[in-house]
């Protein structure tokens, strides 16, 4: 009825369809209360039926297990698991205790701290705001900061977990640049990329982190609740290698780029970058298992409490995994209709300047961060808004290696959806009024540290 000439209201067809996928997913998820997995499984099938793609279906079903992408995301999901089962990151907290914890506001850099290393080894934010929370929320709170507060710098810390890799939000992302920009881009450079917007976020929190602290009245940790350097180093040492297990292999990779071309071939040199990935998480997760297998049931190195562990792990592990399963399918489907090239060539024809797109996009994205999970923005809108950025003269690369934080942090840290802000308000026993105006400061710093970065203004790494 309202439809001329394939358009709706003078919108194209392409984010007619867009929309509605939005608002159908939003509906779903924020007023049925479904599992988003579920949603996005549904989203497929509606975006199907509206743009007469049945004949394809099949193939989109079939597209995430033909890509290495979506085996990496698993792999790292399952041995987050592992890192958890070992106590890996117990230890760590404990230097960073021992170590941090003297000084004024102490409470609040370990809590930052720790929930980065987290970020590195769960790739989750709101996982990462449950597991270092019920640790460094009491603790903050017994150094004089208030409920509220702490809930907010845990929150905000937390939602590194959808920043740092190995995130599967970063993994998603990349496989939307990669359809978009082929080959510009290898996944390891890929992931020291992300590795290094990551750093630029740790950076905004910790000194924001310094200017609260500052303005309330902290104290240091309690010597009763700080380790000795001596016995937190005796303990957890060993764990410090588990960073450098991930980390080095992907330098290795990228500084080995041009001698891999030359002896592989570009598609023998990508096939090893993605195998790094492949491999880099079954070797830190053997490590992991070796040096804290004490922490095991049984207190040894046995395969059946290894199994049990895995096994109990799959009602985490698999809803998160269908999700972005799905999400690459509408991916596709989405580029299955050339959807990227319509919204892109009416997104230009706006005739908006690149300063007002580096301002516009990371707003845009936290309000849809309000009832949207940041992997349906990223399946949905990522390809169309990369060439839209390209086109106005910004670097694609850019946009894209920036998504992550654009969509799955802020998903976490924008009321109503805010996952991350629910579990460490839950775990304060803070009032959400509180809550939710403390966690603006932190909101306003990310969105700001965002914009510059999209302006180029600092560097990030093979950008």
Known sequence: MFWQGGALFG??????????????????????????????ALGLILLVALSGQWGSLGEYLLHPARTSLFYVIFTFMVVAVVFDATDVVGRIVKIALAVIGRFRGGSGYVATLASAFMAALSGSGPGNAAAVGAFTIPMMKRAGFKPHMAASIEMSASMLGNIIPPAGIIFLAYGVVDRVEPGRMSLSAWTL????????????????????????????????????????????????????????????????????????????????????????????????????????????LRLAPILEILRGSLGKVVPVAATVYFAYSISEAFAGLDADKEIEAWFTGLDLNLATLVVIVPLAFCVLGMVIPGTAQVAILGAPVIAAFGSLGGDPLLLAVMLPALTGALEGMTPPLALGLFVTMGIAGSEFGKTAKASLIWVASHLLLSMVLLAGLLPITGI
């Open 11 to 40: 919108l194209p067809e392409a984010l007619v369809l867009l929309l509605a996928l939005i608002a159908f997913i939003s509906v779903m998820f924020l007023v049925f209360k479904r599992p988003m997995y579920e949603n996005m």
């Open 193 to 300: 990329a992300s590795f290094a917007v990551g750093g630029w976020f740790l950076v905004q929190k910790l000194l924001l982190l310094f200017v609260v602290c500052r303005a309330t009245k902290v104290e240091p940790i309690p010597v009763e609740e700080r380790p000795t350097f001596k016995s937190a180093w005796r303990e957890g040492r060993s764990a410090l290698l588990l960073p450098l297990l991930i980390f080095v292999p992907l330098m290795l990779d990228v500084l080995a780029e041009d001698l891999l071309v030359a002896r592989l071939g570009t598609e023998g040199a990508t096939a090893f970058s993605d195998s790094v990935l492949m491999f880099t998480p079954g070797i830190a997760a053997v490590y992991a298992l070796a040096v804290g297998r004490r922490a095991l049931p049984g207190g040894r």
